[in-house]
């Protein structure tokens, strides 16, 4: 009987210490994909960048077509030109070629360091929102439920509808 009890005893502690540390984590998972996609700042970005990428986009065509242009006439008067003259002519060509080149790098990499200025405050944002509703609410851990974000199961406390409150939309 005393091992009966010292057993009943054992396990009463040890369910309660389990349920006792069970509770203490609570675990919320948020897509916060869905979230930045859904933020008002986040179309504003959007937009800048595909204006500034249109911008480029308009400007790169100009080069190409003046580059063409060229060429065509060129190779039109190549007959009546000296070999010196299309030499130069055709370094010409090989130069605005090199020049386009460079443009367009240099203006994907304008692009890459805008997309990168304009994202980095929204994604700090969110991420101050979720930080927020999360200890208002009690929670210690929140997963990205992202598809590929490494949750396979999120059947917990979906935070989006909360964090987008605490944003005001």
Do not use: C, W
Not at 46 to 68: C, G, N, P
Not at 137 to 163: E, I, N, R
């Amino acid at each position: 009987m005393k091992h009966l009890k010292t057993l009943l005893l054992a396990t009463i502690l040890f369910v309660g210490t389990t349920n006792l540390v069970t509770a203490q984590n609570k675990i919320a998972h948020i897509n916060t994909t869905e979230l930045v996609q859904s933020m008002p700042d986040m179309k504003k970005a959007q937009a800048e960048i595909e204006r500034l990428s249109k911008t480029y986009d308009a400007d790169y065509k100009t080069m190409v077509t003046e580059l063409q242009n060229k060429v065509t006439q060129y190779r039109s008067e190549v007959e009546t030109k000296t070999e010196e003259e299309n030499t130069k002519r055709a370094q010409e060509v090989q130069q605005m070629e090199q020049s386009i080149r460079e443009y367009q790098a240099g203006a994907q990499e304008d692009l890459g360091k805008k997309e990168a200025a304009l994202l980095k405050p929204i994604f700090e944002k969110a991420k101050t929102a979720i930080q927020t509703v999360a200890k208002a609410q009690g929670f210690q851990y929140v997963l990205d439920s992202t598809q590929g974000g490494g949750v396979l199961v999120a059947d917990g406390k979906d935070l989006l509808a909360d964090v987008k409150k605490q944003l005001g939309f």
